[in-house]
């Protein structure tokens, strides 16, 4: 079965501190993602990944930075969290190329409040 | 204007109700369409996969894409309260396999 794995289900953290929401997955992806969903905003890319130690930035970026080591491992960094970040954070990982079989797969997601 | 726009709802109807959810887009580039079923507190995962236009069935859910009108909908037929979940609308142009554009999502309850 495949799997995507967020390291946490839920996390609160104070205003200021530096977070680390990490993501694994076992099916050999070479891309990962990083979103984040809001009530009526639907899901929005923060960062991608197409390879180990390769990033490129989504439709929202600021306040985030990304590190990818591993092909399995995508950890999203928050370097100050704000209360503007408070949010579902969902981690997903496909294969690169066209077709069906490069569909996303899903963790299960973070919910991130900041306080 | 958002690129994907979809009904957030909330939507509810009875048992045995045919459903209707929709996108409109408004980049012609878009070739891959997407349905995906969010349950509550959990990940989304694919439900519907097509490519340009056209239907496409798989038991009792059916993917319409129409790219002359830049509309998708996904129909769900004889509803069962186990349908009740968020339907996220997704498509990606030919040249981008890494990035999918979300609808915002439909919130759908299916009542016993």
């Known amino acids: 079965d495949v799997k995507v794995t967020q390291s946490s289900r839920y996390l609160v953290k104070r205003t200021g501190e530096k977070v680390f929401l990490e993501c694994v997955q076992d099916?050999?992806?070479?891309?990962m993602f990083w979103y984040r969903q809001d009530p009526g905003l639907g899901l929005r890319l923060i960062y991608f990944?197409?390879?180990?130690?390769?990033?490129e930035k989504g439709d929202i970026p600021e306040g985030y930075s990304v590190s990818r080591e591993k092909k399995e491992r995508f950890s999203l960094i928050l370097e100050s969290a704000s209360t503007n970040q408070t949010s579902m954070y969902l981690c997903a990982s496909s294969k690169p190329g066209q077709g069906v079989n490069t569909e996303a797969f899903f963790g299960q997601g973070t919910r991130l409040t900041v306080v | 204007q958002k690129e994907v726009e979809q009904d957030p709802g909330p939507l509810s109807v009875p048992e045995g109700a045919i459903v209707s959810l929709n996108c409109t887009y408004s980049n012609s580039a878009f070739q891959y369409f997407m349905w995906y079923r969010q349950y509550s507190r959990k990940g989304p995962e694919l439900l519907m996969y097509?490519?340009?236009?056209g239907n496409k069935e798989d038991g009792r859910f059916t993917a319409q894409v129409d790219k002359s009108s830049k509309y998708i909908s996904l129909f769900i037929r004889d509803s069962q309260p186990s349908d009740s979940a968020t339907y996220l609308c997704?498509?990606?142009?030919?040249?981008?396999?890494?990035?999918?554009?979300f609808g915002s999502g439909t919130q759908l309850t299916v009542l016993p």
């Open positions: 997704a498509m990606r142009t030919l040249g981008s396999a890494r990035q999918l554009t």
């Open positions: 097509t490519y340009s236009s």
């Open positions: 099916m050999d992806h070479e891309n």
């Open positions: 990944s197409y390879d180990v130690k390769m990033k």
